[in-house]
């Protein structure tokens, strides 16, 4: 997903406190990358600060010039499209994030442009009469609602723009339109009724032999060939009237459903919870698309939060308290820039600020209300189980950064639907040191078990290097080639007179060239253009290659660097560490380019080849996080054996010195980046000097 659809503006800290994203130095990632710097590529903000950008700046003037609305034709019946749908979610997320980096850089004016026009993709869209529309309009609403939240923690905002923003919210009606829905699915089956009647009847395709042959089959193309003429002339009507009569219903219980004050009277009505859905006595492909229909609509009410409110009525419900949370909380601010602090209750904002008394639509009573230390308040409804919970907001679901969004919206059960306070900076570090030892624990059990994988996969190829090393070289059919020429004569180098020219085969062949780096760093070379190959594709190296599985992707080295050797040939550059020690077969792979490649793998001979280091660690330990530190893992070919590691950065002394020993031939050491001193380290790249010894042998090695 794109950094903008995934940046959490509601993060709970505790049970009534969010964190203020906009006010924080770093955004952590799981990774351990700022999403400020993410965010701003994302959102193109590598230019000068504040310069314009046009199609961001062309979207707020839109979305801020007038009534939203889409001319579609709806004459497609069920088959009508609604592109526009995700791009006005995705437009929200970004005018929503891009608010929250404008008040982060101190641009309150560009989060005021970004904030309103956000709200008014919500306020100003008169949604088409269908579900999905106005689902996609109540998820619209929770983002302009959290966007809101951070925008109102900045302060100092001018009454006229708090008035402007209140008098969008008080102009909307999340109920209007929704019988509408109805009555045009009603429509929509009718037409599709009607093109079902039109659609060809496949006959069966039996001849005379298959049917002397297979009787059966004969059977079975008769009766679906009568069976769908018989839905033509008589099943399609009777699903056209019980269709009719169906959506009728649904939308005299929609029309009902929408007349009741509160959320607690409407969801005892029929069809508000429960939906009931068409089902015909016929199979047929009007039933097979308005399951699809049904499932379409069921994964997207799933996205935007599982089992929290039930059908498009419930969905409504909460857009309308999320409404009112936002109008009371303007209100609230509103008050406290005249009279410097907030009200005592929510009454005393009437009728100066508000017209009455903010109401939670889904009980019926007051909003609560509470006012917390230094000056804040909790603001909040009782959810859609109508059940008082204090305040309570949702927990985060998903374990990870905190500012990386979850899938969902709304209040779980047993939960609120919170205006929470701002957390204080004291919170906000507790829960950032919970949630970093949550992440370090899931990322401890995930590399745990790469780093199994990837030594049992080793063992598991290298036990079939003797049979690859004394299996018999494939052959080409025939040499591929490129625009014409043969791949050989274009992926050679420049030969000297007189010369001979090499095959594709002596191009791909692996010799191995001595640098003084070795055991852990090998370096072959190829007599293969640099240049040319760049253009073309590239070269891979495997490693104990295996028949029944993708080489490409099985058996690609670890850590392997094609670089441009000084006479423009190839220099194969290989970290031997990744690798179980002992012998191995390589192969040299050419992957082409896509407007190139052939279907056929493209392999050099196999070579035999020994590591001879004394441990195979793991992929993850040559990355770490600076938030969680790094964790050495590797595997040795004895279970006994003792290590020492030293750390430094890249130029300069020693930083940590950790020693240990392992009995069950597995060496795990965790560095929290501390040196020998307790001072954290922060340097971008370290380097290791790893000792190991193998008592029970008497082998050792410096890594």
């Known amino acids: 997903p794109r950094p903008t659809e995934n940046l959490n503006l509601m993060t709970p800290v505790g049970s009534n406190a969010a964190i203020v994203v906009w006010k924080q130095d770093k955004l952590q990632s ?3 990358e700022d999403l400020w710097g993410t965010l701003r590529e994302s959102l193109g903000e590598r230019r000068a600060l504040y310069e314009p950008r046009p199609d961001l700046d062309a979207a707020c003037e839109a979305a801020l010039s007038g009534p939203i609305r889409f001319n579609l034709v709806a004459s497609q019946g069920s088959g009508l499209l609604l592109p526009h749908l995700a791009a006005l979610k995705r437009l929200a997320q970004t005018l929503g994030a891009r608010a929250v980096l404008d008040l982060h850089d101190g641009n309150k004016d560009g989060a005021w442009t970004n904030l309103l026009a956000t709200s008014r993709l919500v306020t100003a869209w008169n949604p088409e009469p269908v579900e999905i529309s106005h689902l996609v309009r109540f998820a619209c609403a929770t983002i302009a609602f959290n966007a809101s939240w951070q925008f109102l923690q900045a302060g100092g905002w001018a009454d006229s723009r708090l008035v402007e923003l209140q008098r969008e919210w008080e102009s909307v009606d999340f109920f209007k339109g929704l019988p509408e829905t109805a009555a045009f699915a009603r429509a929509s089956a009718v037409a599709t009724c009607q093109l079902e009647r039109q659609q060809p009847i496949n006959r069966a395709a039996v001849t005379l032999n298959d049917a002397i042959h297979s009787p059966q089959s004969l059977w079975y193309g008769l009766t679906d060939y009568w069976r769908q003429l018989r839905y033509r002339r008589y099943g399609s009507y009777e699903d056209e009237k019980a269709l009719l009569l ?58 935007e939060g599982p089992g929290q409110r039930p059908g498009l009525i419930g969905r409504a419900a909460d857009a309308e308290t999320r409404r009112r949370i936002i109008i009371a909380a303007i209100a609230l601010e509103r008050y406290r820039n005249r009279h410097g602090s907030y009200p005592q209750t929510l009454q005393q904002l009437a009728p100066v600020l508000v017209k009455n008394p903010p109401i939670d639509f889904m009980d019926g009573q ?11 308040f909790v603001l909040y409804s009782v959810g859609s189980d109508c059940v008082d919970n204090g305040g309570e907001m949702p927990q985060r679901r998903q374990r990870g950064s905190p500012y990386e969004g979850e899938r969902g919206f709304g209040a779980a059960r047993g939960t609120d639907l919170v205006w929470p306070r701002p957390a204080p900076a004291v919170e906000v570090e507790m829960f ?19 780093a199994e994988a990837q030594w049992r996969d080793s063992a598991r190829r290298q036990a079939g290097v003797e049979k690859l090393l004394a299996a018999k070289p494939k052959v080409l059919a ?20 007189g010369a001979s020219k090499l095959t594709l085969d002596e191009l791909l062949t692996l010799k191995q060239v001595a640098t003084g780096e070795e055991p852990e760093t090998v370096t072959f070379e190829a007599p293969i253009n640099y240049n040319v190959l760049t253009n073309l594709g590239s070269l891979q190296l495997y490693v104990d290659p295996v028949e029944d599985e993708d080489s490409d992707e099985g058996c690609a080295a670890g850590q392997f660097e094609c670089q441009r050797a000084t006479n423009g040939t190839c220099r194969l550059v290989w970290n031997t560490i990744y690798e179980s020690p002992g012998k191995h077969a390589l192969q040299l792979g050419l992957e082409l380019n896509e407007a190139a490649r052939d279907d056929e793998l493209i392999a050099g001979p196999v070579t035999p080849f020994v590591v001879s280091n004394l441990c195979q660690v793991s992929l993850s330990s040559g990355y770490f996080n600076p938030e969680l ?16 590691v030293e750390i430094t950065p890249p130029a300069g002394e020693r930083l940590k010195t950790i020693t240990g020993s392992t009995s069950n031939g597995v060496i795990k050491v965790h560095w929290d980046l501390t040196d020998d001193h307790g001072r954290k380290c922060t340097n971008n790249a370290f380097d290791t000097l790893f000792r190991i010894m193998l008592p029970d042998s008497g082998r050792s090695q410096a890594l």
Do not use: C
């Open 629 to 644: 530190g790094a964790t050495l893992r590797a595997k040795l070919p004895e279970p006994n054996g003792t290590y020492t």
């Open 30 to 32: 799981d990774s351990g």
């Open 246 to 303: 169906h959506y009728r219903d649904r939308e005299l219980e929609l029309g009902r459903a929408i007349q009741s004050p509160a959320w607690s009277e409407m969801r005892r009505l029929p069809g508000v919870t429960n939906a009931v859905y068409f089902q015909s006595k016929y199979p047929s492909r009007l039933q097979t698309i308005l399951n699809l229909k049904q499932l379409n609509l069921a994964w997207v009410m799933y996205l």
């Open 432 to 450: 950032h040191r919970e949630e970093l030892k949550v992440q370090a624990e899931t990322a401890n059990r995930l590399k745990d078990f790469q």
């Open 478 to 497: 025939a040499e591929p080639t490129f625009h014409g020429r043969q791949l050989s004569e274009v992926l050679r180098n420049d030969n000297p007179a």
């Open 366 to 376: 007051p909003l609560r209300y509470r006012l917390m230390d230094e000056g804040r």
